[in-house]
């Protein structure tokens, strides 16, 4: 079961390899919205929503939000970091990433899906959780909501 709404921001520390970025901790985003995107290089979807994930950097990151993407092996193959690093330059990703080959981070989240979309709030509880195929779609109004851009339904 993934975490439940409200719950904290859990720790980002214990991946493998980062790549973008210093590897970061809850308190580096203090202050600030943050999407934790989970993802695998053998999930077809996953890599076809990293553009997506770009245009949220262009649109988003100018207001706050913080995006990182943690890389979450779903197979032995997945576990092969050069390969990671491969995938991340063909999709063009410039979002921190953090490699978790032993799920010490996916673990921390209940995670069992990719793609997978926790979105916290400026205080770091967690407002909108979506996996799968419509992941995406169905997290963008809520960042607009959680970053104050359109009113609460």
Not at 4 to 28: C, H, Q, V, Y
Request: with cysteine; aromatic share 8%.
């Amino acid at each position: 079961m993934p975490l439940r709404m409200d719950a904290p921001l859990p720790p980002l520390e214990g991946g493998t390899d980062w790549f973008n970025s210093e590897p970061i901790k809850a308190e580096d985003l203090k202050g600030h919205p943050v999407l934790v995107h989970f993802w695998s290089i053998s999930c077809g979807i996953c890599k076809e929503s990293l553009p997506d994930l770009n245009r949220w950097l262009d649109e988003y990151g100018p207001k706050g939000l913080k995006i990182i993407s943690v890389h979450m092996p779903r197979q032995e193959s997945d576990t092969n970091v050069p390969e990671v690093k491969k995938v991340m330059e063909e999709w063009e990703c410039r979002q921190p990433i953090v490699v978790d080959n032993w799920h010490t981070i996916t673990d921390g989240f209940e995670n069992k899906y990719v793609p997978a979309l926790y979105l916290f709030d400026a205080d770091h509880k967690m407002r909108h959780f979506q996996a799968g195929e419509k992941a995406v779609k169905m997290t963008e109004p809520v960042i607009q909501r959680v970053l104050g851009l359109t009113q609460t339904v």
